[in-house]
């Protein structure tokens, strides 16, 4: 463990970290709500990939700010304006249709950071994207085969998945804001750039969508991405009184 | 509205290189792909397997319960068939 600090590295952690982690919840949600018991294990399985890297992650964050902190402290002990995930991963999504669509985005979005992040000049960082971009890329083949099953499918499912996208759509942009964080460790060889992720991400959802008869909006360039900066949409705070009630209400509770 | 309820299928999955594949369970699955899919998700979560065959269960030509005694029976007796009568040297693996 490293006694000097490094506050960027660590703050670039939690932001990696808080995706997986808050995403991996709005997916352990749905279990026992999903329209078929293989999807619902296909979808705890996915869950699971996200924990094991928030877990990671979570850990460097701790090492990396000298604290030596536990991803248990990361993860149940801090407030809501802590929490470095973009506003994507916190989106409430209640229907197939939209939850197939946040992961479909998610998904591509973080594979094609991953990549850029096996060549970190940190070595846990590129470790972790290494294995991490085996599971993703499963994550996002099983988001793509169900949006085009759904959107090439009958009229009710092709109107469903369309009103998805349109679910999530508004929280792309942020996506491809670059944070003054992720730019310098961007600049540095440690980070990724989310600004580079954009043409792959657009070149398959473009993919995607040709596959599935179905539009795929434009990218609106947006100037910030608040969720980086521990702002978060009014849909965060039920998401961790859940996530941390258990934690917070019994102190000598263990898992 | 009556659930249409997809197709069964079974589930073989080979362990390790060299091996035979092994009935691993069955799923349900709205096509061949989504069932090698879903077997994927179902039966190698634990690092079971390094490859999957599926088949739908209605394709499957199966013996009778009912024919169970003039099917199998007759072959109980017959001791001379096994190949019993020689040593398997004890660094042969899979016999």
């Known amino acids: 463990m490293s006694p000097t600090s490094e506050p960027d590295l660590a703050a670039y952690c939690l932001m990696l970290g808080d995706d997986a982690l808050i995403m991996s919840h709005r997916l352990q949600e749905w279990c026992t709500m999903a329209p078929e018991l293989e999807d619902e294990v296909a979808l705890a399985n996915i869950a699971l990939d996200l924990l094991g890297q928030a877990r990671e992650l979570l850990t460097r964050a701790g090492s990396a700010d000298g604290s030596g902190r536990s991803e248990d402290y990361y993860a149940y002990f801090r407030g809501e304006d802590e929490f470095r995930n973009v506003w994507l991963a916190e989106l409430r999504c209640t229907d197939f249709g939209q939850l197939i669509a946040a992961l479909l985005v998610f998904a591509t979005w973080r594979l094609a950071l991953l990549q850029q992040l096996t060549g970190s000049s940190d070595e846990m960082l590129a470790a972790l994207a290494a294995k991490a971009v085996k599971e993703v890329t499963y994550h996002r083949d099983y988001a793509a085969r169900w949006a085009v099953r759904l959107g090439d499918g009958t009229a ?6 369309e009103a998805g996208l349109a679910h999530v759509w508004p929280y792309v942009p942020e996506l491809f804001v670059a944070h003054e964080v992720e730019q310098r460790l961007a600049a540095a060889g440690t980070g990724a750039d989310p600004a580079g992720a954009r043409a792959e991400f657009e070149e398959i959802l473009g ?7 179905l539009e795929v909006p434009k990218i609106v360039p947006e100037a910030s991405s608040p969720g980086r900066d521990g702002v978060h949409t009014e849909a965060m705070a039920p998401l961790l009184a859940e996530l941390q009630g258990v934690a917070r209400t019994d102190g000598e509770a263990t898992w | 509205m009556s659930e249409p309820v997809w197709p069964l299928y079974e589930v ?9 594949h092994v009935h691993a369970g ?15 998700d179902l039966y190698t979560r634990r690092n079971e397997g390094v490859s999957i065959w599926v088949v739908r269960s209605d394709l499957i030509t199966a013996s009778s319960p009912d024919e169970k005694d003039p099917f199998f029976d007759p072959a109980g007796d017959k001791i001379y068939r096994h190949p019993t009568f020689y040593t398997i040297p004890d ?5």
């Open chain 1, 156 to 161: 009710f499912s092709h109107d469903r998945m």
């Open chain 1, 207 to 213: 993919q995607v969508g040709a596959a599935a008869t």
């Open chain 2, 12 to 20: 073989f999955v080979r362990g390790r290189r060299g091996l035979n």
């Open chain 2, 26 to 40: 069955s799923l349900r699955a709205a096509d061949d792909q989504m069932a090698l899919h879903n077997a994927r």
């Open chain 2, 91 to 95: 660094d042969v693996p899979h016999i």
